[in-house]
């Protein structure tokens, strides 16, 4: 199938309400054309260099997310123009992210990655410390960042049960800060999490937001 067909069946599966993020990383510009030219406006990548090279060829139009491990030394590089941050995984990224917002005279919006699998190469913040940060108010002392959600990966496994007990436990947590500290529903409001391989799984627990690269796109050749 086509990228264009790949990418209508998608849509035509998931409920309206949950955004599609196109994860075009590896894929040259004809691809992410195509998925423009279809209607998709949202794409994301997880190197700093590709995501600022393909922002300046490409439509000025499409909305950017950094989906990738930020390393904070290279955060000026699409501070400029990203529309969502969603590996913010530790308090260093706060502080830097909100440094070149404010070089940039810009709010930028971002997800708080959460670490909910059974793996130790996946990054976030744990459960107990996305209550602290809301707990002491830390997010204050970063007015340029507007924290939108949460973001998880579960772990990489073909066991369903476990990947729906780890979305169930992130999609709990979102709850209970929205509840606990009384965040505003019209700017706290985006749960990711879902890619190819568990994206049904994750919309049934809660996700409004997926990540999805190969099952549009097809495999990645690194
Ligand atoms: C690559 C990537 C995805 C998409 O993965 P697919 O399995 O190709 O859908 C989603 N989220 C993150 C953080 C990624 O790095």
């Not at 992410?32 to 990548?45: C, K, M, S, T, W």
């Not at 909910?116 to 107990?128: C, H, M, P, R, V």
Request: proline share 3%.
């Amino acid at each position: 199938m086509s990228i264009v067909e790949n990418l209508a069946a998608l849509q035509a599966e998931i409920p309206k309400e949950v955004t599609l993020v196109a994860v075009s990383k590896t894929k040259p510009d004809e691809a992410i054309l195509e998925a423009y030219n279809a209607g998709q406006r949202i794409f994301g990548e997880n190197k700093v260099q590709d995501l600022a090279a393909k922002a300046e060829r490409l439509p000025k139009d499409i909305q950017w997310h950094m989906i990738g491990h930020v390393q904070t030394n290279k955060i000026k590089y699409f501070a400029p123009f990203v529309s969502l941050v969603h590996g913010v995984d530790r308090l260093k990224v706060l502080k830097e992210l909100n440094k070149e917002a404010v070089k940039n005279n810009r709010v930028i919006d971002c997800l708080l990655q959460v670490f909910i699998a059974d793996e130790e190469t996946k990054f976030g913040f744990s459960a107990e410390e996305i209550t602290a940060l809301f707990k002491d108010k830390t997010l204050e002392n970063y007015p340029n960042l507007r924290v939108r959600g949460l973001m998880g990966m579960a772990t990489f496994t073909d066991n369903q049960t476990q990947v729906a007990e780890e979305f169930a436990t992130l999609k709990s947590l979102f709850d209970e800060v929205i509840a606990t500290f009384n965040l505003q529903p019209s700017t706290f409001n985006v749960l990711s999490m879902g890619m190819s391989g568990d994206y049904p799984v994750a919309i049934k627990n809660g996700s409004n937001m997926i990540r999805v690269g190969t099952k549009i796109f097809g495999e990645r050749n690194y």
